[in-house]
């Protein structure tokens, strides 16, 4: 809570800063600032605070979630300190505008009301709808936070129409008595409260990018700013998977639902790794990587097994790890070739510098699921919990679609290893090559003693 | 007072409230996905949170429960705040390509 309230509080000295201070001292502020917030957060470990009248629940799950989100945030400033380096105006405003979407994140992870809920996802959702159009004399920056927006808010109207109806059946928006009455439902009211709940799942789909509801993220992933896409992909997501697993976690959803998130599972897995297979621009490459990794999240789903939190922690921190390293990668290749971002621009990146190179293969082969990395621990505690809760036939899918998924991974691997006599010529900044480094290293390792990292 | 405001909703059947939101918010999903002109899928936006807003108010009447009207003014509350970063875009968009047609989106592939 106090974490929740400080982090407010930084981000708005963030915007005096950004008046007052050199541009220097913003990013070591942010830095700062996070760090104090995670060891507030650390002190309410085990003590299961509530807040607001039971609105908020800081409870390990939600503590857990909360730190990687912080961590994650720490690392994406420590890339914008470069990033942001050619920028001549408004840096503060970047800062602050992803320590307030941080804010919404947080209350994602441990609300217990449906406004908190909803109140987490608009602030998390309109710091970005602006951060997308981060470029303001770019068109394409523009028409990604157009279209962000507006798919954006059109998701929040149905998800708003879901608590309605859900509040029109339970008489509270507690989701403990939401809960409660999935168990034992109110003759007369089921079909206003499966209603309810069909709208406010498809309005959380809507930003964890599940097929049907996955349409605006390549788009918005090739519009907006190489940063901000980042941010999206890792931080949001995150949150969002927590959000969405805090809410059916113990409820006896409805049959029909409880098929809706299995078909949901299929097609998400389906289109994410075949669509990707042809793409040739990397963000779009990365948009469709996410959308197949929602679909392999949402197995550890359907289960609902005691350990599915921790699985979805350590799979979502380490798909995150490894998109923020490649994210500055790509910033790196793609100035080198002056904006282009066909995946052609990682040729002969071994040639020119074989530690990137190496770091790059290791990410991929993360995301890709290959043994050794972090990835394949995850998704291989995945399977197994798909397994043990009775989805043979999903799971085999999964596993299928993971075959399928190595390939486009590989084709850049092998793009960054072909020899040319000219390599691209990478400026690696020495930071950025500490959050490179960190990011290989740190997959390497959750790979080799995954036990580092547990709920 | 209150009890008066509440016997007077409470006139009307809950499912006619029901319905004409359920209408009310079925028009803003045909405006945003029809129109063409950007000024009117913000209208339209609005009119789909505002049916939830009729929604709320009515269910709270009938629980005799006045949480879902508090809820109401988060709605209008951040339903102000995203109007407002729209219009932003809106404008940056039109000095971009001066026009405010969603035909003009169409660099990135849909």
């Known amino acids: 809570m106090s974490a929740l309230i400080l982090i407010s509080i930084l981000g ?85 505008l992803m320590l307030f979407s941080l804010v919404g994140a947080i209350m994602l992870t441990s609300y217990q009301h449906l406004l908190i809920l909803f109140l987490g996802i608009e602030i998390l959702s309109i710091p970005l709808y602006i951060l997308a159009g981060g470029k303001r004399d770019s068109f ?126 299929w097609l998400t897995l389906f289109l994410g790794n075949i669509v990707a297979l042809r793409q040739s621009q990397f963000k779009r490459l990365m948009a469709y990587s996410g959308i197949a990794h929602t679909g392999f999240l949402l197995l550890a789903f359907l289960g609902r097994d005691p350990l599915t939190p921790s699985v979805l922690f350590f799979y979502t921190v380490t798909y995150s790890i490894a ?14 070739a002056k904006g282009d971002e066909n995946i052609r621009i990682f040729k002969g990146l071994f040639r020119s510098s074989p530690w990137l190179a190496i770091v790059t293969m290791l990410l991929l082969l993360s995301l890709a699921g290959i043994p ?28 299928l679609m993971a075959l399928v998924g190595i390939y486009y991974y590989v084709i850049v691997i092998r793009e960054a290893f072909t020899p040319r006599d000219k390599g691209p010529q990478l400026v690696v900044s020495p930071l950025n090559w500490l959050v490179i480094s960190f990011c290989g290293i740190a997959v390497m390792l959750l790979g080799l003693f995954p036990g580092l990292l547990h709920l | ?83 407002t970063v729209g219009l932003a875009i809106l404008v940056m968009m039109k000095r971009n390509v001066d026009s405010v047609d969603v035909n003009q989106l169409n660099r990135l592939k849909w």
């Open chain 1, 12 to 96: 708005v000295l963030m915007l005096y800063a950004g008046l007052m201070a050199p541009r220097k001292v913003l990013a070591p502020l942010g830095i700062i600032g996070l760090l104090a917030a995670l060891f507030l957060l650390r002190s309410g470990w085990n003590v299961n605070t509530e807040f607001f009248g039971h609105m908020v629940q800081f409870d390990g799950f939600g503590l857990v979630f909360s730190e990687a989100l912080i961590l994650l945030t720490v690392l994406l400033f420590v890339f914008g300190v470069d990033y942001y380096a050619r920028l001549h105006e408004n840096v503060a405003e970047q800062y602050a």
């Open chain 1, 140 to 265: 394409r920056s523009g028409e990604a936070a157009f279209k962000y927006f507006v798919q954006g808010s059109f998701a929040s109207g149905f998800f708003l129409l879901g608590i309605a109806l859900l509040y029109g059946s339970c008489a509270s928006f507690d989701l403990a008595v939401i809960q409660a009455y999935a168990s034992a439902p109110i003759p007369g009211t089921e079909m206003l409260f499966l209603l309810g709940l069909f709208f406010t799942i498809a309005g959380l789909s809507f930003k964890v990018a599940a097929v049907p509801f996955h349409f605006w993220s390549p788009d918005v992933y090739e519009g907006s700013p190489t940063l901000v896409t980042a941010f999206m992909s890792t931080v949001v997501k995150t949150a969002a998977f927590a959000a969405f697993y805090r809410l059916i976690q113990y409820m006896d959803l409805p049959k029909a639902l409880d098929m809706m998130l299995v078909v949901m599972t």
């Open chain 1, 323 to 336: 998109t923020v390293g490649l994210f500055v990668v790509l910033t790196l290749a793609k100035r080198a």
């Open chain 1, 372 to 399: 050794l990395t972090a990835g394949f621990v995850a998704k291989y505690r995945v399977f197994l919990i798909g397994i043990e809760s009775g989805f043979l036939k999903t799971t085999a899918f999964a596993v």
């Open chain 2, 1 to 83: 007072m209150e009890q008066e405001v509440i016997t007077a909703i409470r006139l009307v059947p809950l499912e006619h409230y029901v319905i004409l939101s359920l209408l009310l918010f079925s028009i803003g999903i045909a405006g945003v996905v029809f129109r063409r002109n950007t000024i009117i899928i913000l209208m339209c936006l609005e009119l789909m949170f505002n049916s939830v807003n009729l929604l709320l108010t009515a269910f709270s009447a009938y629980h005799s429960d006045p949480r879902a009207q508090v809820f109401v003014f988060f709605i209008m509350l951040v339903a102000a705040a995203e109007v």
